[in-house]
């Protein structure tokens, strides 16, 4: 409370912090978190926007336990920050309905993910992920997942509770078996698997009746599978 009470009583603290915020020097912008760090996030609604108005600046906000400002979200967008570690903080923004961290250095997601109960987009493309997070399947509501250009190699058992998913993106990974429980997503209208390891695909994916693409170029996949695929799911456009 001392905190907040400083920040009221020193509006040439405010100045401050807007003139580091609004600097071209990034030294000059962490300046102002470290700064807010020990004071506590500020009220005023100009500085909330200043902390928030770039990728860069979200990221300062979660490093620096910021997550105050970031509540009111609805889009979460961090591209190309190099950023390699996402807090746990990141439950508490529950109001998020769309979060893209493409092009960055994560290797895994924190558990309080699961707490993003209003998420419909959830966009990983081009990090180091190894392994699908469990806590994505609690995501309800989520219909668009790109995990494409990572280092999977298998998917957890608990994919097919993802019910409303319309979109799933898997190319560029390390897969070289498809789980039975991915043929359980009777949403599904885009599945992308290129440039993986798979020669098959499993036999219940004439549960997939609402697919419209299958996409499964640079992969193994002989004549005979082919054929398959093609009579199982003929409604389908698939590309090999």
Same mark, same amino acid.
């Given at each position: ?111 309080? =993910?699961? %707490? +993003? @109960? #209003? !998420?419909?987009? /959830?966009? &990983?493309?081009? *990090?180091? $992920? ?5 806590? =994505?399947? %609690? +995501? @309800? #509501? !989520?219909?668009? /997942?790109? &995990?494409?250009? *990572?280092? $999977? ?8 509770? +993802?019910?409303? !998913?319309?979109? /799933?993106? &898997?190319?560029? *990974? ?10 359980? +997503?009777?949403? !599904?209208?885009? /599945?992308? &698997?290129?440039? *993986? ?44």
């Amino acid at each position: 409370m001392q905190n907040i009470n400083y920040l009221e009583t020193y509006p040439d603290y405010y100045e401050k912090l807007e003139r580091l915020l609004e600097s071209s020097d990034q030294s000059n912008v962490e300046l102002a978190f470290q700064l807010m760090q020990g004071l506590g996030c500020p009220k005023d609604e100009n500085l909330i926007r200043l902390l928030t108005n770039s990728g860069n600046k979200i990221v300062f906000c979660l490093r620096y336990g910021l997550v105050e400002a970031l509540k009111k979200l609805d889009k979460l967008f961090i591209y190309e920050e190099k950023f390699a570690q996402l807090p746990a903080d990141i439950g508490e923004l529950r109001n998020l309905e769309q979060v893209e961290l493409r092009r960055n250095q994560l290797s895994e997601i924190p558990p309080q =993910i699961a %707490y +993003l @109960q #209003k !998420l419909r987009l /959830l966009d &990983l493309e081009d *990090n180091l $992920i190894g392994r699908v997070p469990p806590e =994505i399947f %609690y +995501l @309800q #509501k !989520l219909q668009h /997942l790109n &995990l494409k250009s *990572n280092q $999977i190699s298998q998917l957890h058992e608990n994919m097919g509770d +993802l019910y409303n !998913l319309r979109y /799933l993106n &898997l190319a560029n *990974n390390r897969l070289k078996k498809l789980i039975f429980e991915i043929t359980k +997503l009777p949403q !599904l209208e885009v /599945l992308d &698997l290129r440039h *993986n390891y798979l020669n098959e695909l499993p036999d219940d994916i004439l549960h997939w009746r609402k697919l419209n693409y299958l996409y499964l170029s640079g992969n193994p996949i002989e004549e005979g599978e082919k054929e398959r695929l093609k009579k199982t799911l003929p409604r389908t456009r698939i590309i090999f």
